[in-house]
Nanobody
Framework: QVQLVESGGGSVQFGGSLRLSCAAS????????MRWYRQVPGKEREWIAA????????NYADSVKGRFTISTDNNKSTLYLQMNSLKPEDTAVYYC?????????WGQGTQVTVSS
């Protein structure tokens, strides 16, 4: 059974850093693409980062490129999102995602709040 559980969210001031974690179970994260999304109330969920090829390939949305880093620890079956130089517009609920066996899986989300 595929499960994704995010953690690491919280409140931080402008310019601060946070690291989000997504503990995965029921599949091998080195085999499947893993993604981070975020969502603000009243807006569509926004893709922000992806990692493929057992961690060898990464892609980022322009809004976070150069500030966020996606990575995996295959031994711990955990996906990470290191977020630096945070801005108030990064405030959102952050979700990890994967597509396994023709089905989309999402975690429960973790809130990130950046104050100015």
């Amino acid at each position: 059974q595929v499960q994704l559980v995010e953690s690491g969210g919280g409140s931080v001031q402008f310019g601060g850093s946070l690291r989000l974690s997504c503990a995965a179970s029921g599949f091998s994260i080195s085999t499947y693409a893993m993604r981070w999304y975020r969502q603000v109330p009243g807006k569509e969920r926004e893709w922000i980062a992806a990692i493929f090829g057992a961690g060898s390939i990464t892609n980022y949305a322009d809004s976070v490129k150069g500030r966020f880093t996606i990575s995996t620890d295959n031994n711990k079956s955990t996906l990470y999102l290191q977020m630096n130089s945070l801005k108030p517009e990064d405030t959102a609920v952050y979700y990890c995602n994967t597509f396994v066996g023709r089905k989309d899986y999402w975690g429960q989300g973790t809130q990130v709040t950046v104050s100015s």
